[in-house]
């Protein structure tokens, strides 16, 4: 049985050989025609309406959201023969989709070198109040000096790091196998932050509502942060520091981890707000507007 399935792999494997080597050939041989297309070329849009939302559908590619130089909308990006971009407005909603018709070896062995370097930049009016959508993949995820109403901004392997950004309404950040930094952010009501295999840290992060962060071997980092209502931090095999804005008193406290100190209560009720601290394999040390936990008289 075993002999079996060691045939079938390395059958499939030479298979997949020969095709690749058959593709090559009817190229001559030639390694710089396996990249995706012709030379890409710059591509500025600019729209002047009022924009009520933005989504943007990508991927291998990186984004990039920053402040307006007035109040209209630009986004600028590369296209070739193969990687287009469809770019369509209708009734205060802006959409910018990838269309990528590239050959099949591009996208097994990635041999677009160009890809490395091209990002898509959407500037944003400094009022701006609308929704914004953000998914891309292979890439990261970048925002400084804007403002939105809801903001969700996906990928996978890349970071996403915002700065000065302001939600009016739910923050949803969340990628895999990067880090997360987020430096000055502001939202009305809830900020959800989401990785694995990677660091998250937040400083001077306010929310109206609930902040979460969860990663999986991966540190999470605080400084600063205040949440109105609840304020969790997961992760596994990583350790959780830092500050919180506010006294110890002020939480409803549940903490929890494995093989490392905890200088938090693991149990403490009958605070106005919930915080919810907890790891493994790892040590938790939050301390309270500046100042040690331990230096509070509560029991463990």
């Known amino acids: 049985m075993k002999n079996n399935k060691f045939l079938i ?5 030479l298979a997949g050989i020969i095709l690749f080597f058959i593709g090559f050939a009817t190229l001559g041989f030639d390694i710089n025609k396996l990249n995706n297309g012709s030379e890409y070329h710059s591509v ?8 009520q939302s ?4 990508d991927d291998n590619t990186a984004i990039s959201i920053v402040r307006s130089k007035d109040e209209k909308v630009y986004v600028d990006y590369s296209e070739n023969d193969t990687v287009r971009y469809e770019v369509s407005y209708e009734s205060g909603k802006l959409t910018i989709a990838k269309k990528d018709t590239g050959r099949w070896w591009n996208h097994i062995f990635n041999f677009d070198i160009q890809s490395l370097s091209r990002e898509v930049k959407v500037a944003l009016p400094e009022k ?3 929704d914004l959508q953000i998914t891309t993949s292979n ?6 000096q804007v403002s939105t109403g809801n903001a969700v901004l996906t990928t996978s392997n890349g970071s996403i790091t915002l700065s000065n950004f302001v939600a009016k309404n739910n923050l949803r950040v969340k990628t895999s196998n990067a880090r997360v930094e987020l430096d000055d952010v502001k939202s009305e009501r809830t900020v959800s932050v989401k990785t694995s295999n ?8 306010t929310s109206g509502g609930e902040i979460s962060a969860e990663t999986s071997n991966g540190r999470i980092e605080i400084d600063a942060i205040d949440a109105k209502n609840k304020l969790q931090l997961t992760s596994s095999n990583g350790r959780i520091t830092g500050s919180i804005k506010g006294a110890l008193r002020d939480f409803s406290v549940t903490s ?3 093989n490392g100190q905890n200088n938090l209560p693991e149990n403490l009720p009958d605070g106005q707000k919930t915080l919810v601290v907890k790891t493994s394999n790892a040590g938790i040390d939050i301390k309270f507007a500046g100042k040690s936990t331990s230096s509070d008289s509560i029991p463990q």
Request: no cysteine; hydrophobic share 30%.
């Open 54 to 57: 933005i989504t943007v559908d």
């Open 44 to 51: 500025s849009y600019v729209q002047s309406e009022n924009v």
């Open 198 to 205: 990677g660091k998250i840290t937040m400083k001077k992060v």
């Open 128 to 130: 701006f109040q609308g």
């Open 256 to 258: 929890k981890t494995s």
């Open 139 to 144: 890439s990261k995820i970048s925002a400084e």
């Open 9 to 13: 792999a390395g059958g499939t494997l």
